[in-house]
């Protein structure tokens, strides 16, 4: 079957609007991350190797390495989702008629779930990183392209809220509290900051297109 | 050339990343909105002709037709940002020697620039339609697949808010205050409210899946 990354846009949609259960919010989430990911690198793309930005050139140089490895990684995690899907739906489907079988089935489940729930908490950590390089992009960036950081942030901080949606859900139906309690600290941990680093980023490009 | 459209999500990527003017923000605010559209229709598609949902399988059903229309119309702007900017940058290289060609000029990139505010301004007024649809799909939809309206919700609100950065550069630049102004006041219409719908539909969604 076709990848998600390597499906054209037009289609990606149709599939997405679709009533089959994937692609769905979690591959559009890791999307939304390779997107803003995508946008950063382009400021950065645009700024280096111009005489007015030489002052800012080694440091949008590191940005862009960043970005461009966040940005690999949220594609590759686009068709992630769509395999913790399948997994946890494969560990529903195993035989439950002798205690043996639903023993197995039960842990197979728990498996999957914390699987899952691995995978957008993964999400979230690179659109954090994204967040944060947008803000640098948005204040040293070159301006004539600047509005491309803000798309770039708005789109990162959806992918980490989207994300974030994807970890509660898995999250609940897990046994193990204390593997439960480590991933939300975690996912807290994220959120704290991003959406104030979010607006920063936004009112500097709101600031200077405007 | 191949419509972005048409481009498979990695390399479409690639080109969002690289140093070409195009495709840049305006193109993946039309995305982020399709993709908000498609998630809306996605919880529609998996909630009509369920017996639990019957009371209101006739709301999603409306709900539905208003979002696929909504995604074609996004999916149709994804290139009109790259025929807006490449129409700019047109009326920017036109000759500029005699004083009919500096007027000409003149005339030619005003006109450009209010086609590439139009743009924008179009995209936003979808985004805002597909964030109202969102809340009423996080309310009546599926709670088995409301997460995918949680996503669909920050992705048309990223949407609006970056074709909004698209209408600011572009409007900076028109001289012709009364169509500036008449954009920016729409533009401020279509961004009230926008946020508290948001976020009510991102706690109604969070609420259920926590």
């Known amino acids: 079957m076709t990848e998600i990354k390597d ?75 769509v395999r913790a899907f399948d997994t946890v739906m494969g560990a529903y489907g195993m035989p439950k008629e002798t205690d043996e079988e639903k023993a197995a089935r039960g842990e197979a489940i728990q498996d999957a779930l914390k699987m899952a729930t691995d995978v957008p908490i993964r999400c979230c950590r690179l659109a954090r990183e994204v967040i944060d390089l947008a803000l640098m992009a948005s204040e040293k960036g070159n301006v004539n392209v600047i509005s491309d950081a803000g798309v770039g942030v708005l789109s990162a901080y959806a992918a980490l809220r989207s994300a974030a949606l994807n970890v509660y859900i898995n999250a609940k139906m897990i ?36």
């Open 7 to 81: 499906t054209a846009i037009e289609p990606f949609l149709d599939q997405l609007a679709s009533s089959a259960a994937t692609p769905g919010g979690g591959s559009a989430a890791a999307i939304l991350g390779g997107m803003g990911a995508a946008l950063v690198s382009m400021v950065c793309n645009l700024t280096i190797g111009k005489k007015k930005y030489a002052e800012v050139e080694e440091d949008m140089k590191e940005i862009l390495a960043k970005a461009e490895d966040l940005r690999h990684r949220m594609t590759a995690m686009i068709q992630d989702d």
């Open 175 to 210: 046994s193990d509290t204390s593997f439960v309690e480590s991933k939300l600290n975690e996912l807290e941990g994220l959120l704290a900051g991003a959406e104030a680093t979010t607006e920063k980023a936004y009112d500097i490009v709101k600031g200077k297109v405007s």
